[in-house]
Each structure stands twice: as C-alpha cells, then as structure tokens.
C-alpha cells in the first residue's frame, strides 16, 4: 500500500510559478512511477508527467519546456514545478504511483491516488 499526499497549489496570475510536492508512505517509493495528473472542469482527467524509479521524465505537449518533474527518494517525495503558468493549466493536480513501468501504469490506470490540490491561474 502506498499513501500520497499533495500539496503546493494555490492562485497563481498568468506567468507565475508554482511547486507541487507529494509525499510518498507506505512502501518501497524508489521502485514505484511516479506521475502527476490534472483534471479541469468538465474535463477528462489528463497526464501531465511521469518520472521512472531510474528518474527517466516524460511530459504532456501542453506543459514541455514550462513543467519539471523530479523525485528525493531520500524524502519518499516527487515534485512538479510549473513556471510560465498559463489560465488553461487550471486545474486540479493529482499524483499517482504504480510499481509498473509507465506504458503500463497509464493503460490499465495506476495502482495508487492522491487527494488532489487545486491550482488556478488568474488575475
């Protein structure tokens, strides 16, 4: 079993920044993917990024070059930070974990979920 909580969102204006944290208990976090998801009102739930248990990213087109995915395997910890925020990534952010290689994780859904934590971006 593994516990997440996130936490880090708020109101932020267009072009700001924002970091989102998620703490990991309950089970070996080195081994796991670890993601972040976001969902928008009347939306469907997307992927934003993935990072692997070799620390190998991925990232959805829509935040390239303005999201970073990291994880501290010491702190059981993966973070997002998002700069350059625009109103469209408004959203709530989710993070997952699955022991399962990414491919994996993301068709048949990953094993573990977080609360979520909102992130607006508005003047």
């Known amino acids: 079993q593994v516990q997440l909580v996130e936490s880090g969102g708020g109101l932020v204006q267009p072009g700001g920044s924002l970091r989102l944290s998620c703490a990991a208990s309950?089970?070996?976090?080195?081994?796991?993917?670890m993601s972040w998801h976001r969902q928008a009102p009347g939306k469907q739930r997307e992927l934003v990024a993935t990072?692997?248990?070799?620390?190998?990213?991925n990232y959805a087109d829509s935040v390239k070059g303005r999201f970073t995915i990291s994880r501290d395997n010491a702190k059981n910890t993966v973070y997002l930070q998002m700069n350059n925020l625009k109103p469209e990534d408004t959203a709530v952010y989710y993070c997952?974990?699955?022991?399962?290689?990414?491919?994996?994780?993301?068709?048949?859904?990953?094993?573990?979920w977080g609360q979520g934590t909102q992130v607006t971006v508005s003047l």
């Open positions: 309950g089970s070996i976090f080195s081994i796991y993917t």
């Open positions: 997952a974990a699955d022991p399962a290689h990414p491919i994996v994780a993301a068709q048949r859904g990953y094993d573990y």
């Open positions: 990072i692997t248990s070799s620390s190998s990213t």
